[in-house]
């Protein structure tokens, strides 16, 4: 069992920076594939960010440039810094920890926590 808690959203304006933080319980954080999703009202959940448990990553198309993901195995926590941000960045940003063990998928999710990009 994996608990995830997000921290680190807020009002920013537009050009603004924020860094979202993912907090993990459990020891073996890092063979974990980490991301970080999603959610503006009234929209679909969408894929934000990927960091594999060898350090690669990948972005959604709209944020790359702007966001970097990174994770700190020792710390057991994942990092979204967010650059450059645009009201339409503005949703509930959720972290997602998932791996898969002999055919089994482990998913877990954090609470969510809101960024808010407006003047």
């Known amino acids: 069992q994996v608990q995830l808690v997000e921290s680190g959203g807020g009002l920013v304006q537009p050009g603004g920076s924020l860094r979202l933080s993912c907090a993990a319980s459990g020891s073996t954080f890092s063979r974990y594939v980490m991301n970080w999703y999603r959610q503006a009202p009234g929209k679909q959940r969408e894929l934000v960010a990927v960091?594999?448990?060898?350090?690669?990553?990948n972005y959604l198309a709209s944020v790359k440039g702007r966001f970097t993901i990174s994770r700190d195995n020792a710390k057991n926590t994942v990092y979204l810094q967010m650059n450059s941000l645009k009201p339409e960045d503005t949703a509930v940003y959720y972290c997602?920890?998932?791996?898969?063990?002999?055919?089994?998928?482990?998913?877990?999710w954090g609470q969510g926590t809101q960024v808010t990009v407006s003047s």
């Open positions: 997602n920890a998932m791996k898969t063990v002999v055919g089994v998928t482990y998913d877990y």
């Open positions: 960091i594999f448990s060898g350090g690669s990553t």
